[in-house]
């Protein structure tokens, strides 16, 4: 059964830097999608970066978050998020999340596809 546990949220500064921790275990395969979303109060959950385990490692942000955000694979237990020059607008609940891809990273691309998700922590950007 795989298990994500989300770490490192708190409060910060506007333009300010956080980085998020996600604990990853149970995975059976070496290819898997691993993501974070974010959830702002009012707002629909949304994918922020994934990366695919995979051969190629391939990595995709959101627009919003492009330049400043960073996502990666630190070893087999650990997917991290560097979160630099952050807004208020990026405040919200940042989820870890993980799907198996074992026939490549396109299904990363699908947020529904996700089946796995940890239990969320809180960042908030103050002005």
């Known amino acids: 059964q795989v298990q994500l546990v989300e770490s490192g949220g708190g409060s910060v500064q506007v333009g300010g830097s956080l980085k998020l921790s996600c604990k990853v275990s149970?995975?059976?395969?070496?290819?898997?999608?691993l993501a974070w979303f974010r959830q702002a109060p009012g707002k629909e959950r949304e994918r922020v970066a994934h990366?695919?385990?995979?051969?190629?490692?391939?990595t995709d942000y959101d627009e919003s978050v492009k330049g400043r955000f960073t996502i990666s694979q630190d070893n087999a237990e650990t997917v991290s998020l560097q979160m630099n020059n952050l807004q208020p607008e990026d405040t919200g609940i940042y989820y870890c999340?993980?799907?198996?891809?074992?026939?490549?990273?396109?299904?990363?691309?699908?947020?529904?596809?996700?089946?796995?998700w940890g239990q969320g922590t809180q960042v908030t950007v103050a002005s």
């Open positions: 999340a993980a799907v198996l891809a074992p026939w490549g990273g396109i299904v990363c691309y699908t947020s529904r596809n996700y089946n796995t």
């Open positions: 149970g995975l059976t395969s070496s290819r898997n999608c």
């Open positions: 990366i695919f385990t995979g051969p190629s490692g391939t």
